[in-house]
């Protein structure tokens, strides 16, 4: 299906990302953002429990997680983390990212704009490691080898089930519903620079466990899944930003 170019610069005030693609699917939703009492969008699945973490069958290749890390219910946003850091923390910027040589002490390197180079990279670069191992995977460490944090592959499966902007319980985000009548929520959470928070309630942000590539060399850019009250798909973002993870298992 034909890429396009989604519009999200405009609300994403400190530009989480140069650009964003459609993966493909057209949200349903109604003219309002709907609005579901949790009694109702949100029922009592099964007891399915992976690790001591409940998940949801939506007859997909991988099982989705009913919450985000951090979370102990689908509203609420969890922990955020910079890409391939398996701990939150409180500045999300290049002078606390772990995979920096040398940090923000390098003379060459500036916390504006796309100017860090594989070479600035002590593991994962563009052009040698784009998938972070277990070891560095926020969902295998903190929720046991079992889970993982999804791929563009699993994000682009989800994508294709029907779709809704939704409001549950005071909070927005995407509903995703199978064809099996199971549903998950991914609330819009939001993202983090520095120590700031932004586009709470108004973007569902989530990394996804590999760096984007192109022709030239990103290696400070890591593949994300965007979402909003319009559209939808796939984008990428500087690595230290904090994002939340919605955990996927085989």
């Known amino acids: 299906m034909k890429l396009r170019i989604l519009t ?22 109604p003219s309002q953002p709907h609005q579901n009492n949790q009694s109702n969008s949100q029922r009592r699945l099964p007891a399915n429990i992976i690790n001591n973490h409940e998940y949801v069958d939506l007859g997909l290749s991988v099982k989705w997680a009913t919450c985000n890390i951090g979370a102990s219910t689908p509203q609420e946003s969890g922990s955020y983390f910079a890409w391939g850091e398996t701990k939150p923390k409180s500045d999300y910027s290049w002078k606390t990212y772990f995979d920096l040589v040398g940090g923000a002490s390098n003379p060459h ?35 046991g080898s079992s889970w993982r944090t999804p791929s563009h592959e699993d994000f682009n499966e989800l994508w294709s089930l029907p779709h809704q902007w939704v409001c549950i319980s005071g909070v927005y985000g995407m509903k995703f519903t199978s064809s099996n009548g199971n549903s998950i929520f991914l609330p819009a959470a939001g993202g983090k620079k520095d120590d700031k928070l932004d586009n709470m309630q108004e973007a569902a942000l989530y990394w996804m466990n590999e760096l984007h590539e ?16 319009d559209d939808g798909g796939w984008s990428f973002a500087l690595r230290c930003f904090g994002f939340p993870i919605r955990p996927v298992s085989e």
């Open 8 to 29: 999200l610069l405009c609300c994403i005030s400190f530009a989480l990302m140069a650009s964003a693609q459609a993966s493909g699917g057209q949200i349903r939703r």
């Open 109 to 143: 390197l500036s916390d504006e704009g796309y100017s860090y180079k594989k070479d600035d990279f002590i593991k994962y670069n563009r052009f040698t490691n784009l998938k972070f191992g277990r070891n560095y995977d926020a969902a295998s460490v903190l929720w």
């Open 214 to 229: 192109d022709d030239y060399d990103c290696s400070e850019l890591a593949k994300m899944w965007l979402m909003d009250k």
